[in-house]
C-alpha cells in the first residue's frame, strides 16, 4: 500500500477545495509514493501520538487538526509543532490531516455527532456559496446518451440526494470548417446544419478539469462548443455545521445530561434555560461560536459547539440554547469517521485509532 492510495481515497470523500482558506489539511510530512506498513489514527499530532506509531510499526498517522497551519522557520525544538516535524521526518513517519474538509461533508464531523445524538433530516447548517458551475454543450442527437454519461461519471448532474441531473433541448447548429479541418458531420469549406441536443448540467468548481475532460474525450467533434457558467446557488452537499432533529422532543435539562454522557463532558457549559422542549439541534464540531446566529435564523431549540467566549454566551438572548462541550469533546469521535471510512475501503490493511488522548484541557470537579 503506497501513501498516493490512501489520500485520493480521502480526498475523493473530503475534497481539499472544500477546506478554509486557513486550513492545512492534506499530506503536511512525506511523498506519495511512499509504502506504508499501518495508519494510526488520531485526532491531534503530539510526540506521544508519534511515539505510539514508533512503537507500533506504523508509519502513518492520519489525523483531524493539522500540526503546520503556518511556515516554520526553525526546527530548534522549542516548541512541540518543531519537535513533531522532526520526529515524524526522522522516524520516516508520514503526517496526513483532514481538518475543514472532513467538517464539511455528509458523512464528516458534524455527521457524526448528529449520529450520536440520533438526530434525523439533517441538512447543512451553512451550506456553501459560489462553489457550483453550468456546463452547456451542444452534441450530435445520436451521440447524446454517450456525452452525458461521461459528464454523469465525472461528478457533473448532483442536487441533492439526487444524481444524473441534466437538462436536454434539441435544436439547430451550423458550423463550416477550413481546409485544416476533419468535420465529424458535413464536409470542408462548406456550411452544415446538424441536429443537435444541448444538454445542461451542474458541478462542483473542485472537478472542472476532469468535467472538461470528459466532455473532450466523449464527444465527437474536433472542435467541441461548450460554455461554463458560475452559480449562485447553494451547494448543499458541503458546507457548515448541521442541522436537524430529534426523533422525539426532551426536555431541556434531560437532553444536556444525554448530551454529557454521549459525549464524555465533565463539564458542559450553557446559556439559562428556555422552558421548551428540544427538538431542533444545530450543532458544529470544533470552534463554532461565529455560525450561532445562522442556528438562531434557522430557528434551533439548541446550538451545540465548542469554544464560546464569556461574552458570545449573551448573544443567545433568550431565542435559543447555547451548550459548549468542549474543543475536543466536539470532534473526539472523529476518529470513528476515519477508522470507518478506510477500514471499509482497505478492510486487510493495519489501521488503528491511538488510545492516546490529546486533549490539552482539564477539569478540576
Same mark, same amino acid.
Given at each position: ?27 503536511? =510530512? ?13 485526532? &491531534?499530532? %503530539? ?6 506509531? =514508533?512503537?507500533?510499526?506504523?508509519? $502513518? ?57 440520533? $438526530? ?7 451550506? $456553501? ?13 445520436? &451521440?447524446?446518451?454517450?456525452?452525458? %454519461? ?23 447548429? %451550423? ?6 479541418? !476533419? ?6 469549406? $462548406? ?7 444541448? =444538454? ?5 468548481? !473542485? ?20 460554455? =461554463? ?10 458546507? %457548515? ?7 422525539? +422532543? ?13 459525549? !464524555? ?11 421548551? +422542549? ?22 434551533? &431549540? ?64
Amino acid at each position: 500500500m503506497r501513501i498516493r492510495e490512501i489520500t485520493q481515497f480521502i480526498e475523493s470523500i473530503a475534497p481539499l477545495a472544500f477546506q478554509e482558506g486557513y486550513d492545512n489539511s492534506g499530506l503536511i =510530512i512525506g511523498r506519495q509514493e511512499d509504502e506504508i506498513s499501518g495508519i494510526l489514527i488520531t485526532l &491531534d499530532i %503530539t510526540e506521544e501520538i508519534l511515539d505510539e506509531a =514508533i512503537s507500533k510499526k506504523m508509519n $502513518m498517522v492520519i489525523a483531524h487538526h493539522p500540526i503546520i497551519f503556518s511556515g516554520l522557520k526553525r526546527f530548534n525544538g522549542t516548541n512541540y509543532i518543531e519537535r513533531c516535524v522532526a520526529k515524524a521526518i526522522k522516524n520516516d513517519i508520514a503526517i496526513y490531516a483532514a481538518h475543514t474538509n472532513l467538517d464539511g461533508i455528509f458523512g464528516g464531523v458534524n455527521s457524526k455527532i448528529c449520529e450520536k445524538l440520533n $438526530m434525523q433530516n439533517c441538512k447543512m447548517l451553512i451550506p $456553501m456559496q459560489n462553489f457550483l458551475k453550468k456546463l452547456v454543450t451542444f452534441v450530435p442527437i445520436a &451521440d447524446a446518451e454517450k456525452v452525458r %454519461t461521461a459528464l454523469f461519471e465525472a461528478g457533473a448532474g448532483h442536487i441533492g440526494n439526487y444524481d444524473s441531473c441534466s437538462f436536454n433541448h434539441e435544436g439547430t447548429g %451550423t458550423f463550416k470548417g477550413n481546409e485544416s479541418t !476533419h468535420p465529424y458531420v458535413g464536409e470542408k469549406n $462548406m456550411l452544415h446544419f446538424e441536429e443537435e441536443t444541448r =444538454i445542461e448540467t451542474i458541478f462542483p468548481r !473542485h472537478i472542472q478539469n476532469n468535467v472538461i475532460q470528459a466532455l473532450l474525450k466523449a464527444h465527437p467533434y474536433e472542435e467541441v462548443a461548450y460554455d =461554463i457558467y458560475p452559480l449562485e446557488n447553494e451547494f448543499s452537499l458541503g458546507g %457548515t455545521g448541521m442541522i436537524g432533529e430529534l426523533s422525539e +422532543p426532551m426536555e431541556e435539562l434531560h437532553f444536556l445530561q444525554k448530551l454529557k454522557e454521549t459525549f !464524555h463532558c465533565q463539564v458542559i457549559k450553557y446559556t439559562p434555560l428556555l422552558g421548551n +422542549p428540544i427538538k431542533k439541534v444545530a450543532v458544529c464540531g470544533g470552534s463554532g461560536s461565529s455560525y450561532l446566529s445562522k442556528a438562531i435564523a434557522q430557528k434551533a &431549540d439548541i446550538y451545540i459547539s465548542g469554544d464560546f467566549k464569556y461574552h458570545q454566551f449573551f448573544e443567545a438572548e433568550q431565542r435559543i440554547i447555547i451548550a459548549d462541550i468542549g474543543h475536543y469533546e466536539s470532534e473526539q469521535f472523529t476518529k470513528e469517521v476515519f477508522y470507518e471510512l478506510l477500514t471499509k475501503k482497505f478492510p486487510k490493511f493495519a489501521v488503528q485509532i491511538s488510545g492516546i488522548s490529546t486533549n490539552p484541557v482539564n477539569y478540576l470537579i
